[in-house]
């Protein structure tokens, strides 16, 4: 508190402490902080908190600010002031409603030196609501953000899909969304910003299945590590799991056109009921075929069923799916119970054969980490 005081002398901030005692520190975060650079304050995140920044509080040199837990600043003095700010990240904010979209256009339309955008919402507002708000003020605002190469949102794909029309990056190298359970996705919207944008070259797609959420990690190259894009949906249920990323990634299908490598990974739903496990066959079939020029498929041996079941024909053409498919990666000690042999005979008949792979860990082996808005979470390798 003491060293809060001397507003003209501090550079750093950086505050990581129980809600109750935050609320009392940052009471002397008032006023102007002339020569503050960074600035990083939250709450342990099992802190439900409203935690709130003072009004009066200004950094015009911030060139990072981190904030985690709190009530939404969008449109507060801090920002509109901060114009040199380069790394910006509203982390699981609290909030009845998100704000509007011309709020948080204008706000950003005062940080041209952004290069990271990072927001998120700890949670969902209804669809009803978001048209509401945008029925009683439309989005007038464009917004160019000349030196963003990263971009991350967290929320609703309704306040999302009504915010992307509204922004021209650039340079934008990374796009990562985290999605609420919902019954549908519309992404047009979604579609249409990635197309523009022309860093955007994908290669190589991994699915994680895991009793959390679903994630979609997609690569430009097989052989990189760094994905350019990722896609979250929480949801437990793994028929709910394939049919939301079945329906954004069919959307986004134009994207996919030189994916040859696809991975599909899987760590056991212990959240899911039996009947929540069984995946219509069509969702499978619409997931799948959001990839037409595939050449490699991995399938973890949780998935095998569900994938040998899609993959037989009900009187489909026998290269309606997957026609360019010339490897089946499956594991090792599965590989003579027949379960894909149909599918192998059918492709042979029509002349594109497939090369059924055993290996002892097709997928399996990476570890992934997660970030939500209950905090970190690590999803280890198998150990089988």
């Known amino acids: 508190m003491l060293a809060l005081q001397h507003h003209d002398r501090v550079r750093r901030i950086s ?3 129980p809600a109750l005692s935050l609320q009392k520190v940052i009471t002397a975060i008032t006023d102007e902080f002339p020569i503050l650079e960074f600035l990083s304050i ?3 995140p099992k802190h439900n908190t409203h935690l709130i920044l003072p009004s009066t509080f200004q950094a015009p040199q911030l060139r990072l600010f981190h904030l985690n837990h709190f009530a939404s600043p969008i449109g507060s003095p801090l920002l509109t002031t901060a114009v040199g700010l380069s790394r910006l990240t509203l982390f699981s904010m609290h909030t009845a409603a998100y704000p509007h979209p011309n709020q948080l256009l204008q706000t950003l339309s005062l940080l041209p030196h952004l290069k990271t955008f990072d927001i998120s919402f700890r949670s969902p507002v209804s669809k009803r609501d978001i048209e509401r708000q945008l029925f009683q003020s439309p989005i007038i605002t464009h917004v160019t953000l000349p030196n963003l190469h990263f971009f991350s949102f967290g929320g609703v794909s309704i306040y999302l899909e009504a915010l992307l029309p509204h922004v021209t990056t650039p340079l934008l190298e990374t ?8 019954l549908t996705f519309s992404v047009p919207r979604l579609l249409q910003f990635m197309t523009t944008t022309d860093n955007f070259r994908f290669n190589s797609v991994r699915l994680l299945f ?3 959420a679903v994630a979609v990690f997609i690569f430009p190259t097989v052989e990189t590590e760094i994905c350019s894009f990722k896609v979250d949906v929480y949801c437990e249920h793994l028929d709910w799991q394939v049919s939301s990323v ?3 990634l069919s959307v986004l299908s134009p994207l996919f056109s030189n994916v040859v490598d696809i991975t599909l990974d899987y760590r056991g739903h212990t959240l899911s009921s039996e009947s929540h496990n069984q995946v219509d066959r069509a969702q499978w079939r619409e997931l799948l075929g959001s990839f037409r020029n595939v050449k490699t498929l991995r399938v973890h041996n949780g998935l095998v069923r569900d994938l040998s079941h899609c993959l037989q024909l009900d009187g489909e053409p026998p290269l309606e799916l997957l026609s360019e498919l010339t490897e089946l990666v499956r594991p090792a000690g599965s590989v003579n119970d027949k379960t894909f042999s149909a599918f192998i005979h059918e492709r042979e008949v029509a002349g594109q054969p497939v090369n059924l792979i055993g290996e002892t860990f ?3 082996r990476f570890r992934y980490t997660f970030v939500s ?3 970190i979470s690590h999803i280890d390798p198998d150990t089988l």
């Open 15 to 17: 505050l990581r402490m």
């Open 42 to 44: 939250g709450p342990p």
């Open 175 to 182: 796009l990562k969304l985290q999605f609420f359970n919902q």
């Open 210 to 212: 895991y009793h959390e």
């Open 246 to 248: 079945a329906q954004i």
């Open 362 to 364: 097709p997928v399996g």
């Open 373 to 375: 808005s209950t905090g």
